[in-house]
Each structure stands twice: as structure tokens, then as C-alpha cells.
């Protein structure tokens, strides 16, 4: 799907704030409600815009470690890692990347002893998956919500 400039506007707003009404969003692109609903379906239809979320502070929901996790997988075997990898609650993103890793992936843990379960238990001994590192998140300076659109 082609984006025009309109879409991207609409795109800045929803990112700064999804739950901005049809009717705001009109007002500030000065367009009708009606032309702003069927742009943002057609963006949803295409996949351009792929869900509404709340942003949760991670720590207030007992979430107190975060940490990245590096896997090299095994020659052939990735297909059947990576969806176990999405099934695991614990798991807020998968990455297929270049150089020392194959895989690189973003946990919330309670603490240190969970994640050291979930490496141990549900990741590490994972078929597929050869060695991996745990890089914990010591503090987070910046972390952008939307995309530079």
C-alpha cells in the first residue's frame, strides 16, 4: 500500500496517542470524520497499522528484570525454535540478526531467579538452539514507541 502524506499524518497521531477520536484527528488534517474512519480501515485492511496497544511500565506489573538474550541455532532446526520462543509469556520480541547471533531476544523476568528459570528450563534446553548469552538490562534511558514516520 502506497502511503500519501494524509495517511502519514494520521499515522503521527495515532502513534502519539491511539485512542486520539476520528473526530480530533479530522479536526487537526482538516478532513471529515467519515474520510479519516475509512483511511485508518484501509490501513488496517493492508496491515499498516496492525493493533492498538496500552504501553505498561513493566516494573508496576512485577516484571523487575528485563535482559536480552543472544541464541546461535543449529543449521535447519530455527522454524521450530523461534515458535517456541513466541510461546513463552515471557518473551516481548523475537529478532532474526546478523553476526554473533542468530536470534536475538527481549525477556521480562519477576526477578533473577525466574530468569534463570526461563533460560534454564524453557530456553537453553530449547532443540535448536546451540548457545546463547543473557545481557541484563541494568536501566533503560530511551525507548521510543513509534516509528519516525
Known amino acids: 500500500m502506497e502511503l500519501d502524506e494524509t495517511d ?3 499515522l503521527r ?3 502519539e496517542d491511539a485512542r ?3 473526530s480530533e484527528v479530522a479536526r487537526r488534517i482538516d ?3 467519515a474520510t479519516v474512519h475509512d483511511r485508518v480501515n484501509r490501513m488496517e485492511e493492508a496491515g499498516v497499522i496492525q493493533g492498538y496497544h496500552a504501553s505498561v ?3 508496576s506489573v512485577g516484571y523487575g528484570v528485563s535482559a536480552f538474550v543472544g ?3 543449529d543449521q535447519g532446526r530455527e522454524e521450530e525454535a523461534l515458535a517456541h520462543l513466541a510461546g513463552l509469556p515471557e518473551v516481548k520480541e523475537v529478532h532474526l540478526t546478523t553476526g554473533q547471533w542468530d536470534v536475538m531476544v527481549r525477556v521480562h523476568a519477576e526477578d533473577t531467579d525466574a530468569l534463570r528459570e ?3 528450563d524453557h530456553i537453553a534446553d530449547t532443540e535448536g538452539f546451540a548457545r546463547s548469552q543473557t545481557m541484563i ?3 533503560t534511558d530511551y525507548e521510543a514507541d513509534g516509528l519516525p514516520i
Request: glycine share 4%; hydrophobic share 50%.
Open 137 to 139: 538490562v541494568l536501566g
Open 13 to 15: 497521531i495515532l502513534q
Open 20 to 22: 486520539t477520536p476520528f
Open 118 to 120: 526461563l533460560m534454564f
Open 31 to 33: 478532513m471529515s470524520s
Open 8 to 10: 502519514k499524518q494520521i
Open 71 to 73: 541464541l546461535r541455532t
Open 57 to 59: 511500565d513493566a516494573r
